[in-house]
Nanobody
Framework: LQVVESGGGLVQPGGSLRLSCVASGVALDNYAIAWFRQAPGKEREGVSSISSSGISTNYADSVKDRFTISRDNARNTLYLQMNSLTPADTAVYYC???????WGWGQRTQVTLSS
């Protein structure tokens, strides 16, 4: 199993990014998956989750109406569209199974909001 997150970067407040999580060695459509993030000095938090079929999604209050999670099971890929970014969104972002992260953590992708 290998999970590779990408799409992070340096962005100005109000900007957008689209994160991707590509899995190999496992069929993503067997799992509910989530995006997690961890900011410096803070605990890891679940940002958004999506059911194995993609029908059901959930969001943390802090990102609701700004972030959109989606998945393409044919491509074994999970996405997170992030709009209206704020400095509070600065963190390292990961994907993993939901509700319990059962996979090893991937290479992660850094999202940084410039001042």
């Amino acid at each position: 199993l290998q999970v590779v997150e990408s799409g992070g970067g340096l962005v100005q407040p109000g900007g957008s990014l689209r994160l991707s999580c590509v899995a190999s060695g496992v069929a993503l459509d067997n799992y509910a998956i989530a995006w997690f993030r961890q900011a410096p000095g803070k605990e890891r938090e679940g940002v958004s989750s999506i059911s194995s079929s993609g029908i059901s999604t959930n969001y943390a209050d802090s990102v609701k109406d700004r972030f959109t999670i989606s998945r393409d099971n044919a491509r074994n890929t999970l996405y997170l569209q992030m709009n209206s970014l704020t400095p509070a969104d600065t963190a390292v972002y990961y994907c993993n199974t939901w509700p319990a992260p059962n996979w090893g953590w991937g290479q992660r992708t850094q999202v940084t909001l410039s001042s």
